[in-house]
């Protein structure tokens, strides 16, 4: 299986610098163009199928990379981290080596655990190499969901310090798996 992973485009409390996590925000006209040019970043791949998480920002870059080439599947296994009581709140709140630490558990913000979110994300690709094992899929997410999937897929172990990767906007992920 050939995998694509793509952070959607920037949106409003991404320029803002607001949390988002499951709060459905929409997609930026900075964020559009953005995905404009990871479309004809990938405009030679052909995409079996994408899958996207539900959320708004994600679907519509989705639509916009794979230009009615290929099937959409919304997947609420996709969606951001749960950030819980942190959602819309300036990023200096997000505390990063703490909210990654994967002896991390849930306090009175309610943001989901490392282990939750990496549990998610494996369920998903555990989904992938069952279903579509020798295809070449584009997967549409968030930064929180693409760091999950990508230690899914490298490995990691309780000493692993899932900070050393961030996923950015604008980059496109490759995986053969």
């Known amino acids: 299986m050939k995998l694509y992973l ?26 559009i163009k953005a995905s404009k040019k990871i479309a004809k970043q990938l405009r030679d791949v052909h995409f079996d199928i994408c899958f996207s998480s539900s959320l708004k920002r994600a679907l519509d870059t989705a639509e916009i990379i794979v230009d009615g080439k290929c099937e959409i599947i919304p997947s609420d296994l996709l969606m951001e981290r749960d950030l819980g009581r942190l959602e819309g709140t300036l990023v200096h709140n997000y505390k990063i080596k703490e909210f990654w630490d994967l002896n ?13 979110l990496l549990a998610r994300t494996k369920k998903f690709l555990d989904y992938l190499k069952k279903n579509y094992s020798d295809k070449t899929i584009l997967v549409v997410s968030h930064s929180g969901t693409i ?3 990508h230690y899914n897929i490298i490995g990691y172990d309780e000493n692993t310090d899932l900070t050393k990767f961030y996923s ?10």
């Open 6 to 31: 793509v952070r959607h485009g920037k949106t409003d409390w991404n320029l803002s610098k607001l949390i988002q996590g499951k709060t459905d925000v929409p997609i930026s006209d900075i964020g």
């Open 104 to 116: 991390y558990k849930k306090d009175a913000n309610g943001v989901e655990t490392p282990k939750e």
């Open 147 to 149: 760091k999950a999937l």
């Open 168 to 177: 950015n906007h604008n980059v496109i992920y490759e995986y053969d798996i």
